[in-house]
């Protein structure tokens, strides 16, 4: 599984960009987008999601249940 | 865009002794803050006796740090910075709206290189723009990179600009050098607590060390940072400037404590503001119901704090993209597509030419007001406040229904004092008066005797006249402190020969919401 960004609530601040271990958040159309395939939920790196951390709105920065979790 | 927006490394407490730098900016008295003692406060050329010459020229023609050069100089902001490490109770980032006037909200964000563009197509349009701060829509230092790399290219690019930056202090101690080697001569601290268990009333959440922190600890981290940074700051000789919201019931009374704590640290100015507070914004406090002040409790804290530090009163709480004098918002005019198509040369020789022409305007200002302080002593301990509408320079050159705010004077045996500004909504809108906008101006000013226009009609002067506030017309286009010292002797000498009786005023609302002025 991977975190996702819900893009109506995203208000495009960057914050999470820089803050991603996996390089895996980048912008797109005017948002901004995790690539699943590179998100490790932050395991291994930190305690807690760094996106989730910083994001300015709740419930932003979720978890994407179309992927199984992710395994270290 | 991978830049580290939290640096790992910690800085360590700052080792040498700064007594005698703090010292030298705690005593160093008002610059515009002053009322008419006589000597030249921040309104001469040569600088007032009172400030050392190397911080006379940091303030001079500093629009947010000498209230006097509010009236005379621009300044504008660029979004380069839109990450935040903190949340603040009072802040909502999802709100956006193009007429919405208050700190954290903008149109659109520009990279280092488009803002290097937007200041040169500025300072080109706009001679009298000397100052380039950086405040966001973030936190400035929460994005290091953009904001360094913005710094570095225009100061390639125009070097006489001023730069500064307004941060929540979080990250400052990290970047404290890195402000100095790019000659950052103003950075502003917001700090609105120096008490954790007050401050975790204000900020729900910091991102420290990678996790975000909540409650007192978050706000004892907050508290330390910012005070450690403060210090540095003034060790290197770095002008700060300490804003501080007043949150009625939460931190209003302890904000004498913080206004203690940063004067002793050697903050060179100190901004108390109203909270800006609207349901309609989404901010907690704003949903919450929390209230802003009233102008007479701001008032009254502003006085309590003044003692021997100065008080800015001229903020007017702006935008991260403001552009024009503290007060207008000429934004719209510099967009990044207008801005990209304008062709500009940076014209170093003409807006210097220009600046000398603005130091002499002022330099006939203050020699104006000084002339009228003879004769106050008749004023014994009486003050009162007027209202005035005026697009700058000093001067009394606004129709009241044009206005969108009114400067306050208190005037004393003293003399005239700059204590504030009221934001009104459009009175006039497309030649017509509106009842309820008159309203709004009233109550805006309920607390002043007078108001000072370049012209009124007849509708809104019968009826400011039956609210008690007299409009006064007759100082059209003439200087702001000189008229009203006039028509203060004036009205001194009204109620010795028993012409009028003094009556106190009320109190008068703060205007909360954006400014419907601009759509129209």
């Known amino acids: 599984m991977a975190f996702k960004i819900v893009a109506s609530q995203c208000t495009n601040c960057t914050a999470c960009e820089a803050l991603c271990p996996n390089e895996a958040i980048s912008e797109a159309k005017g948002t901004f987008v995790i690539d699943p395939a590179k998100c490790t939920e932050c395991i291994g790196h930190f305690d807690d999601p760094q996106c989730v951390a910083i994001c300015p709105v709740d419930n932003t920065c979720v978890i994407d249940s179309a992927y199984p979790r992710y395994q270290a | ?124 349009t706009i001679p009298q723009m000397t100052v380039l701060g950086i405040a966001g829509p973030g936190d400035p230092l929460a994005n290091p990179g953009k904001t360094f790399e913005t710094f570095r290219l225009i100061s390639e690019v125009a070097p006489d600009i001023k730069l500064c930056l307004s941060t929540n202090g979080l990250a400052l101690p990290d970047w404290v050098d890195e402000i100095a080697k790019y000659k950052v001569d103003h950075v502003t601290i917001t700090i609105n607590m120096v008490d954790p268990e007050i401050g975790q009333h204000i900020y729900p959440w910091i991102f420290w060390e990678n996790k975000r922190l909540q409650g007192y600890e978050a706000a004892k981290i907050l508290t330390e940072r910012q005070l450690l940074g403060l210090e540095m700051l003034t060790e290197r000789g770095i002008l700060a400037k300490i804003n501080s919201v007043m949150i009625p019931g939460i931190n209003d009374k302890h904000l004498v404590e913080v206004n203690k704590a940063v004067k002793s640290r050697g903050a060179f100015l100190h901004n108390i503001m109203p909270l800006i507070s609207a349901p309609e914004h989404g901010t907690v406090f704003g949903l919450n119901g ?103 320079h000093g001067i009394i050159n606004e129709h009241f229904g044009h206005a969108k705010e009114f400067q306050i004077y208190e005037l004393s045996a003293k003399g005239a004092k700059f204590v504030g500004h009221r934001r009104v909504d459009l009175y006039c809108q497309g030649g017509y008066g509106e009842e309820d906008a008159l309203d709004t101006v009233i109550t805006a000013i309920n607390d002043c005797h007078a108001v000072f226009v370049s012209k009124i009609g007849g509708c809104p002067k019968a009826d400011l006249t039956a609210a008690g506030i007299e409009p ?49």
């Open chain 2, 1 to 124: 865009m991978t830049e580290a927006v939290f640096p790992e490394g910690q800085s360590s407490q700052p080792a040498v002794d700064i007594g005698d730098v703090m010292q030298k900016l705690a005593e160093h008295k008002g610059c515009g803050t002053e009322g008419g003692s006589g000597k030249a406060s921040c309104g001469s050329s040569a600088g007032p006796a009172d400030m050392a010459p190397e911080i006379w020229e940091k303030v001079k023609n500093h629009p947010c740090y000498s209230e006097e050069a509010h009236h005379h100089y621009a300044r504008m902001h660029v979004a380069v910075a839109p990450a935040c490490n903190i949340q603040c109770n009072y802040c909502n980032r999802k709100y956006d709206c193009a007429n919405e006037s208050r700190p954290g909200v903008v149109s659109e964000r520009l990279t280092p290189e488009q803002a290097s563009k937007k200041v040169l197509a500025v300072a080109s």
């Open chain 2, 290 to 392: 929390q209230r802003g002040p009233t102008a007479q409790e701001l008032k009254a804290l502003q006085d309590e704090c003044e003692g021997d530090m100065n008080m800015m009163r001229h903020c007017r709480q702006c935008r991260a993209d403001a552009v024009g004098l503290l007060g207008e918002d000429r934004s719209a005019e510099f967009t990044t597509d207008k801005i990209m198509a304008m062709d500009v040369e940076y014209d170093a020789k003409g807006r210097k030419a220009y600046q000398q022409a603005v130091e002499s305007e002022r330099q006939a200002k203050v020699e104006a007001k000084k002339s009228e302080l003879d004769g106050l002593e008749k004023a014994g301990d009486k003050k009162l406040l007027v209202a005035v509408a005026t697009k700058g």
């Open chain 2, 472 to 520: 006064v017309d007759q100082y059209a286009h003439e200087f702001i402190e000189q008229s009203a010292l006039v028509w203060f002797k004036d009205y001194l000498a009204k109620l010795e020969a028993g012409e009028i009786v003094h009556v106190d005023r009320g109190d008068a609302a703060i205007r909360q919401g954006a400014l419907l002025s601009q759509a129209s």
